[in-house]
């Protein structure tokens, strides 16, 4: 059978979306990583499923898909891009909308600027939430990597994050540092990993490094993740502009206990039709 498909991206960081409501099916780890190849399949970073909601209070259910077959909890800008999706393929008239997702539910706003606004949640700095290896709670950590150490606040924003704060994230190492944490023994479901740069306190830069994927032009959980560890170190204000290689996303965080929120775009590139 033939399933319909959307290709859409937040700031570059790019989807597979199907509707998976109002049709039948569910791709396989080997489909998604064969879809996923950019040469030979639709190319993307993830894919997003819409599924029917367990939750009887939510509107639907995301699956998120790594481009490597994997299951991720959460995704901030595949979540502007869902809710994107979902008016625009007419299987919702809510412009708000209560989404179901693996680390827990989020809510979407259609925004009249065209933007799509997600909040997050609260998210957790709690070791045993991230899940990360440690004896007791800290803000951060040095951990050993190869012959030199790596200075990390790891952050839960429904997914796992470890937030590394550089001079010049044009410099980082990102493919090396990157994927030794990913895989380092403290981080037992591996994470993703962000490199945040300091411009002033209501600016700054970030690349991450994501499970699964590798670097990506964008990632909303990441700058979550980074906006949560730069306000605990007392480094950006409340609400702040982070820029990605993909574009600036709009973040507020007011401290601890507080949802972490997101503001940016959600673009459709074409849609098209694949043998499931």
Not at 15 to 37: A, E
Request: glycine share 10%; aromatic share 6%; charged share 25%.
């Amino acid at each position: 059978m033939k399933l319909r498909f959307a290709k859409m991206h937040g700031l570059g960081n790019d989807f597979m979306v199907v509707d998976l409501v109002t049709q039948r099916g569910m791709p396989t780890p080997d489909q998604v990583r064969s879809w996923s190849d950019r040469r030979t399949g639709v190319g993307f970073d993830q894919l997003l499923a819409v599924l029917p909601p367990g939750d009887p209070h939510a509107d639907f259910r995301m699956g998120i898909f790594n481009a490597d077959g994997s299951q991720a909890e959460q995704c901030g800008n595949g979540a502007r891009c869902f809710a994107q999706f979902v008016v625009e393929e007419e299987l919702t008239v809510k412009r708000d909308l209560l989404v179901e997702t693996e680390g827990g539910n989020i809510r979407t706003e259609l925004l009249d600027n065209g933007q799509v606004r997600v909040d997050m949640g609260v998210p957790s700095t709690a070791p045993e939430k991230v899940p990360f290896l440690a004896e007791e709670a800290r803000t951060s950590y040095v951990i050993d990597v190869g012959d030199s150490s790596v200075e990390v606040t790891p952050v839960s924003v429904g997914n796992p994050h470890a937030v590394v704060f550089v001079n010049n994230v044009a410099r980082a190492d990102i493919d090396g540092i990157g994927s030794a944490l990913q895989h380092h023994e403290r981080f037992p479901e591996q994470v993703n990993v962000g490199f945040l740069q300091i411009v002033d306190r209501r600016f700054a830069r970030l690349r991450v490094y994501e499970r699964g994927t590798g670097e990506t032009r964008a990632c909303g959980t990441g700058a979550c993740a980074a906006m949560v560890a730069a306000r605990l170190h007392d480094r950006l204000e409340a609400r702040a502009k982070i820029s990605l290689p993909g574009g600036k996303l709009r973040l507020e965080w007011q401290g601890r206990g507080s949802p972490a929120t997101l503001s940016g775009s959600a673009k459709l590139v074409f849609t098209g039709r694949i043998e499931l």
